[in-house]
């Protein structure tokens, strides 16, 4: 009997997992096909002057914010630092204040391409994967 109710936690604990994974890949699959349907133009680098911060979408896509402009920001893999506040990795830069695609990292995780964003459109990206009225 304990054996089918170990059964039975297991097979529920791994249906709420792949829920959870399948959203998250939905929410990527959003950004991805935002990308393409927007047409962003992929930057090679971008100039930074002054502080920054940034909007988390997925653990793979950030909107990072500069005074005056906003990029999207793709990781060559997910990037759990982002959430991690006590393991802050150095970023790697080869400029102090140029951030280049595929070689410089923001909190040790690889940026893997970089798009410029207009305001319109970080507003729409920040929507993804929100539901009706829950950001308030």
Not at 29 to 47: K, P, T
Not at 66 to 88: G, H, K, M, P, Q
Request: glycine letters at 6%.
């Amino acid at each position: 009997m304990r054996a089918i109710a170990l059964c039975m936690a297991v097979i529920g604990l791994a249906a709420c997992a792949g829920q959870e994974s399948r959203e998250v890949n939905e929410e990527e699959q959003a950004v991805r096909d935002f990308i393409e349907v927007r047409g962003l133009a992929e930057l090679n680098e971008i100039r930074v002057r002054d502080s920054a911060g940034w909007d988390k979408i997925t653990g793979k896509f950030i909107i990072y914010n500069t005074r005056r402009e906003s990029f999207l920001f793709v990781f060559a893999r997910n990037c759990y630092e982002l959430d991690d506040n006590t393991n802050i990795v150095a970023d790697i830069r080869h400029s102090p204040n140029i951030i280049n695609a595929r070689f410089d990292t923001l909190r040790g995780c690889r940026i893997d391409k970089i798009y410029a964003l207009t305001e319109a459109e970080v507003a729409e990206l920040l929507q993804i994967g929100e539901g009706p009225g829950s950001r308030n």
